[in-house]
T-cell receptor
């Protein structure tokens, strides 16, 4: 596609439910990033993939959060046993190069807004 | 530690007035600095970036920013605001990962 696509656009989950958020990066982009944006805050780094390899997951807030990119294209962010504090917009971004961000431009999706009741 | 501070969570200007959005950073290594804009229900878009070289950087939609190492600042300006500039603006610092400030919401009044 022309841009980074994320689905679903909105997700409402009951506390304790598992959710899966999908990201389709721009075709051919090597790097993929997940960010969490709480209301009124800037995006905060969660994890980074270079192709299928997860090179940095230092931002994942707990072991309930898991991300994968098995074939080096589409990525899924899974949150198990959701809690109210998980409510946020989850942003996915991709970039063409395989190196760490540096001066590389990131292309962002519109995000998935997760609300945990 | 690397960090970004945006002064002022909300800025309001009249159409045609100067826009100034402030950003200060902290970095132990020479930084790459970015400004991103987020329109409602859209993803973040890159406005401009500073890597090396010229300290005055020009971006899209008439925005520009000046890197001032002595002041550890990277303020965003636009000489004349337009209604379409109303959005959330994020300053970001890049070392091994992109670190964002908390954002400044720009309102433009007619």
């Amino acid at each position: 596609g022309a841009g980074v696509s994320q689905s679903p656009r909105y997700k409402v989950a009951k506390r304790g439910q598992d959710v899966a958020l999908r990201c389709d990066p721009i075709s051919g982009h090597v790097s993929l990033f997940w960010y969490q944006q709480a209301l009124g805050q800037g995006p905060e780094f969660l994890t980074y993939f270079q192709n299928e390899a997860q090179l940095d997951k230092s931002g994942l807030p707990s072991d309930r959060f898991f991300a994968e990119r098995p074939e080096g294209s589409v990525s899924t962010l899974k949150i198990q046993r959701t809690q109210q504090e998980d409510s946020a917009v989850y942003l996915c971004a991709s970039s063409r190069q395989g190196s760490l961000p540096g001066n590389e431009k990131l292309f962002f999706g519109s995000g998935t807004q997760l609300s945990v009741l | 530690a690397q960090s970004v501070t945006q002064l002022g969570s909300h800025v309001s200007v009249s159409e045609g007035a100067l826009v100034l959005l402030r950003c200060n950073y902290s970095s132990s290594v020479p930084p790459y600095l970015f400004w991103y804009v987020q329109y409602p229900n859209q993803g973040l878009q890159l406005l401009l970036k500073y890597t090396t070289g010229a300290t005055l950087v020009k971006g899209i939609n008439g925005f520009e920013a000046e890197f001032k190492k002595s002041e550890t600042s990277f303020h965003l300006t636009k000489p004349s605001a337009h209604m379409s500039d109303a959005a959330e603006y994020f300053c970001a610092l890049n070392t091994d990962k992109l670190i964002f400030g908390t954002g400044t919401r720009l309102q433009v009044f007619p």
